[in-house]
């Protein structure tokens, strides 16, 4: 079957009538992208499935709420992670630090990307180092440079202002690249 908007569009119809059929065909084809999402936030495998479990039925609960403004698998993407970091946090809060901590511990750097190449490196080689930064940093990176969300969207995901997410990176950047070096 095609998998195009109108086909999408009429699924979602359907999940919207309580259709379990329909409810089925769209967690079919999203539920592998949806589980790698959490578990590159959360690191455990048990615990990324059922943060996507609970993720799909959220989002079958609140259908209403999707205007098609966006695809619904950004929509549903926005769910996976806003949920895996919410629950990240209940579960981690002692052990994770503020994203103040952070940012006041290492001294701004402003020319943080100037005569580094990382598209010389191996991709598993990248994603080895950032699943080795602080939690922060590995969440910030992932939004970036895996989920491809912008520094705006990433501040809203991680509730902190434009200036702070713009900070954040640039330091996560800085110990990725220490991690890099290390090799």
Known sequence: MEQTGNHIDDLIRLCKENSRSAQFELYNRYYKTMYNTALRIVKDIHWAEDIM???FL???TKLDAFKGEVTFGAWLKRIVINHSIDNYKKINKNQMSSVDDILYKVPDNDQEDEGFDFAGLKAQQILECIKMLKDNYRIALTLLFVEGYDQEEIGEIMNISAGNCRTLISRA??????????I
Do not use: C, G
């Open 53 to 55: 479990q609970e993720s």
């Open 58 to 60: 959220k989002a079958f």
């Open 173 to 182: 950047k800085e110990s990725l690249r220490q991690k890099i070096d290390k």
